[in-house]
Nanobody
Framework: QMQLTESGGGSVQSGGSLILSCVAS????????MGWFRQTPGKEREGIAT???????DYADSVKGRFTLYEDSAKNTLFLQMNNLKPEDTAMYYC??????????????????WGQGTQVSVSS
């Protein structure tokens, strides 16, 4: 079954940290580029971080140096460690898989699978 399940969102103060997790089916985890997008009301969904099937990672400039991807391959899980969170990081965060081109700049319509989303709220 092709499924992505996110967890780990919540509310933190500026400067705080959160870890998001995305559990994928084994096939998806081993085969596809996976990553994270985020979206705020009235704005387009933006890619922020990706991990290719060979383990290569890439980050949007807006999160580079603050967010880090890591994995638990035994559990088919991709994590997004978010440090030094800012109010502008407040958004719904979505796990994604099966990118036509692996990278945070990929367009939404070129991504095959999405999770249900998890909310991150950062207060000042």
């Amino acid at each position: 079954q092709m499924q992505l399940t996110e967890s780990g969102g919540g509310s933190v103060q500026s400067g705080g940290s959160l870890i998001l997790s995305c559990v994928a089916s084994k096939y998806m985890y081993q085969t596809y580029c996976m990553g994270w997008f985020r979206q705020t009301p009235g704005k387009e969904r933006e890619g922020i971080a990706t991990r290719d099937s060979d383990g290569t990672t890439d980050y949007a400039d807006s999160v580079k140096g603050r967010f880090t991807l890591y994995e638990d391959s035994a559990k088919n899980t991709l994590f997004l460690q978010m440090n030094n969170l800012k109010p502008e990081d407040t958004a719904m965060y979505y796990c994604a898989a099966d990118f036509q081109t692996c990278g945070p700049e990929e367009i939404v319509s070129a991504v095959g699978y999405w999770g249900q989303g998890t909310q991150v709220s950062v207060s000042s």
